[in-house]
Structures are given as structure tokens and as C-alpha cells.
């Protein structure tokens, strides 16, 4: 079965360091599309990052980087330089397969506090 | 800024009240998806489409949900009979394709209270 795990809760870091969220999924399928989106606090999500399971080289987007280790079923979400309005909600998630139509599967999030 | 338009922002229902909600694609995205997100920030996946045709829907959308996306206008989620339960951030997102690597864009949600 298909599932997206985020176990930490939440992480407080100061401005201008880097901070690290995991996230570990399941699937079946050995094709599979992992994501990470941030959710404000006015409710918007926003993407930011995704990896393909068929690359090997980790994504970077700007500041955001990714850990993916696909033996272990992990893509980790790397903030380096971190800015107040960093704080948010980050949220991985997963599609699989490359059939039409296939939901997004989401962990529970992880709320970051960035503080000066 | 989101390109998803997702309108109202906020909407208060009485129990058995409708609520309709509205959600504005990205331009040049056939693919429309709605969650839920509760307090708990747990999504639940709703319905998608392509174009104007359901993709899939979970049991909950068959019974008390409607959901659309006619030609030329916005598509919409509709409760027929709100439940306390409903209480949520209803989210529409839409990509450009419907295979799984295409990203989805999320609006900013229509939040939903049952009272």
C-alpha cells in the first residue's frame, strides 16, 4: 500500500542555518514521483521541489535541496541559508506510476519555525 | 502567488446547509484535482478530472459531493447537506497532464466551517 510518513512534528532553527526534514514512503511501483510543497499560513500550498525515482542526481531548486535515498525509501528536504519567511508547513508527497489520473499522496507535514 | 483561484476564502454552513465552492485552473490545465485537508493536516483526496470528465472519486464524493468542470467556466465542489465533519480546507489543484509527472499547483483553499 501507498503511504508518505513525515515523523517529525516540528523543528525551530535560527535564521541563516540549515535545516533538515525526512520523509519516508511506500510504494509498490518502480516508477514514482516525490514532492515537496510548503503550506503558508494563509492556507496556500506552494511547490517547491520533486525528484523522479528513475534519477539518480538530487534535485536542487534554489535553496531547497533533496536527500534521495532510494534503498531506503527516503527523499529528505534540505533548507540551506534559511529566512524568516521560510516558516511554514512542508509537506512531502508521492505519485506513482505513470498511469492517468493518479492521486497525490501526502504526509502529515512538518512545521518549521524560523526565528532571527 | 497562486494561479489556482479558489473562491470563497472562507464559508460558514449551518448542518444540512449546501456549501459551493469554486476553483479557477491554472491557464492551460486540463487536470483538475480536489482534497481535503482536516486540522490534523491529513489530505484526503476527493475527485480529479480531465477536462470536463471524472477521472476517479472516492465514496464520499459519489454520495454527498458534486463536483464539476464545465467548458469555459470555473469548476466547482459542491456539499449537498453539510455535515460537522465537513469542517475543513477544501483545496483544488490542476497540472498541465494527467500522468503522474506532471506537478499539481495548488490555490490557496476554500475553508469550510460547519456550525
Known sequence: AQKVTQTQTSISVVEKTTVTMDCVYETRDSSYFLFWYKQTASGEIVFLIRQDSYKKENATVGHY???FQKPKSSIGLIITATQIEDSAVYFCAMREGDQGGRALIFGTGTTVSVSP | NSKVIQTPRYLV?????KAKMRCIPEKGHPVVFWYQQNKNNEFKFLINFQNQEVLQQIDMTEKRF????PS???CSLEIQSSEAGDSALYLCA???GVTSGNTLY???GSRLIVV
Open chain 2, 106 to 108: 495548488f490555490g490557496e
Open chain 2, 72 to 74: 469555459n467556466s470555473p
Open chain 1, 65 to 67: 535541496s533533496l536527500n
Open chain 2, 94 to 96: 490542476s497540472s498541465r
Open chain 2, 13 to 17: 454552513k449551518g448542518q444540512g446547509q
Open chain 2, 66 to 69: 458534486s463536483a464539476e468542470c
